[in-house]
């Protein structure tokens, strides 16, 4: 099996492939494209049973532009947790993603999304409004169950708003 460096390359090669791989290729896109968009509206719907889903077993996280702790490997379950305690103290979340990039080997898959998040907290010492613009980059691998995310890390190029508000909540985290 051909491995891939990037999205391109794979694109490239399907030109050669069979109608089986062809369409094999199509349905792992739109089922990584449909984790990502889960992601993203289970974390805004504080759906936190259902964005477990989402996850391998134990994954590899940096959220550090957001929420501080580094590179960790955690359990699913308590990524969960954490994320249900950040994101319930906000009176709503916004979460715009977009896949770009996505390059599958098998059964391990990369992804470059873009993000645009927004959040809105009503007692706020200031504006109640702050969003942020940045990247994930997922590693993901299919299972049984479908495709999971198996590593995320996140980039930060700029936030708007009141940022306070954030590192307020961030800090609470530290006591989880």
């Known amino acids: 099996m051909t491995t891939f460096e990037s999205a391109g390359a794979q694109l490239?090669?399907?030109?050669?492939?069979?109608l089986e791989e062809k369409v094999a290729h199509l349905l792992d896109r739109a089922q990584i494209v449909d984790?990502?968009?889960?992601?993203?509206?289970?974390?805004?719907?504080h759906d936190f049973a259902r964005l477990r889903t989402c996850y391998a077993e134990e994954i590899e996280v940096d959220h550090s532009p957001?929420?501080?702790?580094?590179?960790?490997?955690?359990?699913?379950?308590?990524?969960?947790?954490?994320?249900?305690?950040?994101?319930?103290?906000?009176?709503?979340?916004e979460h715009v993603l977009v896949p770009q990039s996505m390059i599958i080997n098998g059964s391990a898959a990369s992804c470059?999304?873009?993000?645009?998040?927004?959040h809105f907290?009503?007692?706020?010492?200031?504006?109640?409004?702050?969003?942020?613009?940045?990247?994930?980059?997922?590693?993901?691998?299919?299972t049984d169950d479908g495709w999971k995310i198996s590593r995320s890390i996140q980039g930060l190029r700029w936030t708007e708003g009141n940022w306070q508000f954030h590192t307020d909540i961030?800090?609470?985290?530290?006591e989880a």
């Open 35 to 45: 984790v990502v968009q889960r992601y993203g509206e289970c974390v805004d719907l």
């Open 170 to 174: 961030m800090d609470s985290l530290a």
């Open 112 to 118: 470059h999304v873009l993000v645009h998040a927004h």
């Open 121 to 142: 907290y009503r007692q706020a010492n200031g504006s109640p409004f702050q969003s942020l613009v940045g990247t994930y980059d997922l590693d993901l691998v299919k």
């Open 12 to 18: 490239a090669s399907l030109d050669s492939a069979s």
């Open 66 to 93: 957001t929420i501080g702790m580094g590179l960790m490997r955690i359990r699913a379950d308590r990524w969960c947790q954490l994320a249900e305690k950040f994101h319930s103290q906000l009176d709503g979340d």
